[in-house]
């Protein structure tokens, strides 16, 4: 990947570029000595990926004794070339044969590789693939990105939306997995959490025998100056495939932290924890679904009404506009407490449901269209291909369950999974923003006690077996729709509940016969849906 060096004297500094973090010398050797140490690993042949400065093919010839030969590939001509003359020294000092290749690992042809080596090779691939998305990559227009196929195998709206971005190392390591399943092959690259938790849950997609999955969590601020979860991700091939990942400290590699996997064909962050949890894993009787996205907050984010009936965007224009379009609205940090009944922020919805001709809003709101006309530089740049061939002004996530007037909201953000009853005293529903997921009520009390069963102690202990808490956006709708509420009532008694009020310091409304006769109703919903 992308980089600037410079040369101090013998010394050589790196500007980080696209992910670009080249691992230390010291810890490279590190690595090598645990898998030489814990797995009893002695590879004939080695290949590092996206070499860079060559630590890995370094540590690789100075720490494994039956290495024959070395393969390596980096598409950086400085990287390149500082690499291949210092492992040259090395490999020809211990008679080592080494193949470099100044490449796009996205577009290379592994037989160049394959072509020297027999199945039956013991093959290491070790490095420290880039630490970025390519989504990231294609702001910075870079022309080092992988070829745009859905090779995540996503279905539908998923392979044109957030889900369809992906982390280089992710690809890269499928496509490594791809390309040498069928060899004796050890992969053990540095990796964010995220890639290796993605890796393990999308295993089942492809015909990998991973026979050992292990994950070592090191302190990536001490190593990259960077923040975030970080680890050696190690996969072997064998005869049978293994679908979880055992997580250990790098630095106190005996103990085991927790497992992470597949279980009973489901994914979980902690099967430890998660196996005392079990009996409300299941689907979600009412459908969990995300907030309006509109991408472009300067123009369709408002304040509220000020007294003289204008609004302020939030680029500080003042506005004059009708008011039919214009809804109160939460954003995802705003989701702090268990009940929400005002807002500080309106958000101007321009349909009613996707796709939603927009003309009208011509005739029926002309202040309006001319005020979006006038933004139309900063709506027709939006660059989500959910918009393409979409009526001019579109929003998306929205729908009948929008306009609900009671909602049970949680944002995707926060580790700790805060449930909020919102509605609006008197006007229009409180709409929220696509980070944010909900369920739409008609009825305040079923509301209100589908709330607190979410924040009692027996869903929030069962979540957090399941969400990985350090991700970006650790409560998705796929996390959401496992919560069985009815199973969940089941077990949480009418005085777990009135516990449950106490401990989130709301006054209740209801009647231990409110819940039974929600139980009751559930029940019946459930028994008419499977019939």
Known sequence: MKGYITLIGNRIEITKEFGDYQTPDYFAERVCQYIKRELKLEPDIVFEPTFGLGSFIEASINVFTHVKSVFGIEINKDYFDISQKKVSQIANKKDVDIQLFNENIFVFDFDNIKNHISKEDNLLIIGNPPWVTNSELGSMESENVPIKDNFKRLNGMDALTGKSNFDIAEYILLQLLGEFKNYNCTIAMLCKGTVARNIVRDAKKFDFKLSDIRFLVFDAKNVFGITCEAGLLIMRFGNEQKLFC????????????????????????????YTQRLSIDGSCQFEWRQGIKHDCSKVMVLSKKHPDGTYTNSMGEKIVIEDDYVYPFLKSSDIKSPIITSTTKNVIVTQKKIREDTNKIKETAPKLWLYLEQHSALLDKRKSSIYKNAPRFSI??????????????????????????????????????????????????????????????????????????????????????????????????????????????????????????FIQELSLDSLLLIE
């Open 396 to 517: 998306f996530g929205i729908g009948d369950y929008s306009f609900k007037p009671y909602k049970v909201a949680i944002s995707g953000f926060y580790k700790d999974p805060v449930f909020a009853l919102v509605y609006n005293k008197q006007g229009k529903p409180i709409m929220l923003d696509d980070t944010c997921y909900f369920i739409g009520f008609n009825d305040f009390k079923q509301a209100f006690i589908v709330m607190l069963i979410l924040n009692n102690s027996v869903v929030q202990e069962f979540l957090k077996s399941i969400a990985f808490l350090d991700s970006k956006r650790p409560y998705t709708k796929e996390i959401l729709m496992r919560i069985d509420i009815l199973k969940a009532a089941k077990n949480i008694s009418f005085d777990d509940l009135i516990a449950t009020t106490k401990e989130l310091h709301i006054d209740y409304t209801f009647t231990k016969d409110d819940y039974n006769n």
């Open 246 to 273: 055992d997580v250990y400290d790098f630095d106190n590699p005996i103990s085991k932290k927790r497992t992470f996997g597949w279980i009973n064909n489901k994914f979980i962050s902690d099967i430890g924890n």
